[in-house]
């Protein structure tokens, strides 16, 4: 991956980001609020030998007192010097308790020993700080003092006494937002990359790529109307969601321009991508450009097309292929007339017996002679292998892929069943895509006014179809003029 990838694994995760940076700052303050405040006092002491000899004198005096100092600093922590002090102040604790909050250094080649105490209460700090102090002193006298009596030759004296802090000294509310906004940022951005990693789905024409350079004839764009409103028909002309499908017919045009299949099925990985909606759609587009389109519902398992168009579904496909009836009379007008519809018919017991037999080889070919395009609503490749048999009669296979939804690992088994067939794939046409983010499919030029769009629906309120079938009839023919117009002319450029 690129830089370009990672990028656009972050734009896709920007919310986990978002909330885990969040949840850091949070955590953060909630530390330092939580967490009681320490306070620290500190002393300084200076050790000097108490010697008043020549320079030589001093100098070695000095020397030693230097290598003395990091004995006393380690004695600071010992109990000869905290109990007397716990005792002073009565503090109730063990010398190794109070070790833990007392702090002893000294700067290299110096006879200054500092001594800090970290304690809830600032006043106590002072205190156990000062009496340390205290302590140290008489400790050092009574260890140095000869065996055989006399004075101690080193001194120590307290040069910056203790006293109470006005400030905590923890916690440090800055540093905790701080870390606490660097740690969320480095969760969230190695959440987002491990999540981008392992998420195998399908979001835009990146991912596709990674497995199939099929061309990709369109992106239709996710509309939340669609589920109540599937058809274009229903649509105003202008939404992002129409203008795709006739993106998708000129695209499906081009493709088709050295193979000239006259028709073609359109097919999925696994259910529910919205290949059948695809297939209307793409259909009455097709019709709507001056086309005599013939739309085939070959879907004998779960059959759509005749709810979506308000048809009548009890004989179509299945009662032409057993000869109960001829075709001319199962082919049901739609729309402007320029569309005719075959519905499955009833659903048999062998769908891919059927869908591979010389009489649907037969059927296909009546059609292609009778009508410019032939759009066929194929089943779901992986489930079944009604679509595989069907692509062997067909001049061409379009594969739709829900974007959000199908993984790749899916999407390339079904390009494998294709490939072992010898199918002709025209194409991949990504389904609900986003309107918005790094995987978006919109149309910035074209605008929609949703007012316009209300009082259409409003218009047909007040004049509305005596049937369900009647009034997408009625509604199919809305763009046809101009449609018809445009593909005249890309007729003549060609």
Known sequence: MDIRDYLRILRRNWMIVAILTLTGLLVGGAA?????????????????????????????????????????VKTVTTPIVLQPAIDELGLGITPTKLAEKVKVSTDLNTVLIKIDVSDHSP??????????????IRAVESLERPKNGGSSPVSLSIIAP????????????????????????????????????????????????????????????????????????????????AESFRTLRTNLRFANVSVRADSFIVTSALPGEGKSTTATNLA?????????????DADLRRPMVDQYLGLERSVGLTTALVGVADLEDLLQPWGNEQLSV????????????????????????????????VVIDAPPLLPVTDAAVLSQHVGGVVVVVSAQKTRQPSLEKALQALSLVKANVLGVVLNR??????????????????????????????????????RRRRSGAEDTQSDSEFMRVLEGKK
């Open 162 to 241: 203790a006293e109470a802090p006005t400030e905590p000294s923890a916690p440090n509310t800055k540093l905790n937002l701080a870390l606490g906004f660097l740690l969320g940022l480095a969760g969230g951005l190695g959440a987002a990359l491990i999540r981008g990693t392992f998420d195998t789905r399908i979001r835009g024409e990146a991912d596709l790529r990674q497995i199939t350079d099929a061309p990709v004839l369109g992106g239709i764009a996710y509309d939340a109307d669609s589920s109540k409103q599937p058809l274009l028909t229903e649509a105003h002309h202008q939404t992002p969601r």
């Open 342 to 373: 075959l519905t499955s018919g009833s659903i048999p017991p062998n769908p891919s017996e059927l869908l591979g037999s010389t009489e649907m080889q037969r059927l296909i070919q009546r059609l292609e002679a009778q009508f410019d395009t």
């Open 123 to 136: 006043v106590q700090a002072a205190a156990v700080a000062q009496a340390i102090s205290n302590s140290l």
């Open 433 to 470: 895509l986003p309107t918005k983010g790094p995987d978006a499919y919109a149309y910035g030029y074209y605008s929609y006014d949703r007012h316009e769009k209300s009082a259409s629906a409003n218009a047909d309120v007040q004049r509305p179809a005596r049937t369900f079938g009647e």
């Open 284 to 296: 009455i587009s097709l019709a709507q450009a001056g086309q005599r389109v013939c739309l085939v």
């Open 32 to 72: 330092s609020i939580i967490v009681p405040p320490t306070y620290t006092a500190g002393t300084q002491l200076f050790v000097a030998i108490q010697n008043s000899g020549s320079a030589q004198e001093l100098q070695q005096g000095n020397t030693f007192t230097q290598a003395r100092v990091q004995s006393y």
